[in-house]
């Protein structure tokens, strides 16, 4: 098959070390970028993408932001989906019931209530800093600015977070996309986009899912693996991303996908 388009998800997928492109990667982004489009996909905000995209030298192409919930080229904003108010104040009445923080964000605005081991990682992760402020002050400026989330991030324990899971999806699942990153991290996204829908978004006159070959390695990837003409797990993704995906290659930490690149892409 000749692809045409490359998606990739970022973190533990195309990223070697926590934050950063391997030389490897670069090279091999690099060999192939003329011939196909190289679109990265993640549920980052745009700033803890764009400086991987420079890296990349693909700052050219349109980036998927919040699992799907924000699209951009370059400045422009191609698509973009809220969550509502009124389900901001519900998980907020929820998480805070629950010893849950929450980390709101809106483009490349990142509010959360206080310091943490969690919030520090994230900072270090993605190259970006928050607005340290009580989350209800953050909800009323974005009411009066008429603003939603294009993401949530709950942060708690692992025994509230797998209290406070299962009630949100009886009282919220219908409406909105929720996932497990980790044992104590919730994620919240709009129920409408995904990674695969905003990757059909981009898709032009000549081009299907046929003609994408996507590498990811969470739960959220498995939509994105399993719709392209070709979806590559990575060594130490989810058993359930294996089981969906075409192939499976090296883990990020050994250069999966710039290894499967190497080996299958021949330009």
């Not at 990667?25 to 190289?38: L, S, Y």
Request: aromatic share 6%; proline share 3%; glycine share 6%.
């Amino acid at each position: 098959m000749n692809y045409k388009i490359l998606c990739s998800d970022l973190d533990g997928t195309l990223l070697t070390s926590k934050s950063d492109v391997s030389e490897l990667t670069i090279a091999e982004i690099r060999r192939i970028k003329t011939q196909m489009r190289i679109i990265l996909v993640s549920a980052r905000m745009p700033s803890a993408m764009t400086y991987l995209q420079q890296d990349l030298g693909i700052e050219d192409q349109p980036i998927i932001c919040y699992n799907g919930a924000l699209v951009l080229d370059g400045d422009q904003e191609l698509s973009s989906v809220h969550i509502d108010t009124d389900h901001l104040d519900e998980i907020y009445g929820l998480a805070k019931a629950h010893g849950t923080q929450l980390g709101l964000y809106h483009k490349n605005e990142w509010y959360v209530p206080t310091d943490s081991e969690r919030v520090q990682k994230e900072i270090r992760y993605t190259k970006t800093t928050p607005v340290f402020r009580p989350t209800s002050e953050t909800l009323s400026d974005w009411k009066d600015r008429e603003l939603g989330a294009h993401k949530i991030m709950l942060m708690s324990t692992k025994a509230n977070a797998d209290t406070l899971y299962p009630i949100l999806e009886e009282e919220l699942g219908t409406h909105l996309n929720l996932y497990r990153s980790n044992d104590t991290l919730i994620e919240i996204a709009p129920k409408s986009v995904s990674k695969l829908s905003a990757i059909q978004s981009l898709l032009r006159q000549d081009e299907s899912l046929e003609h994408v070959i996507s590498f990811g390695d969470n739960y959220n990837d498995i939509e994105m693996l399993q719709n392209s003409g070709h979806g590559v797990a990575v060594g130490n993704a989810r058993e359930e991303v294996k089981a969906v995906a075409n192939a499976v290659t090296l883990p990020n930490t050994e250069n999966g996908v710039a290894d499967y690149i190497k080996k299958h892409l021949v330009i």
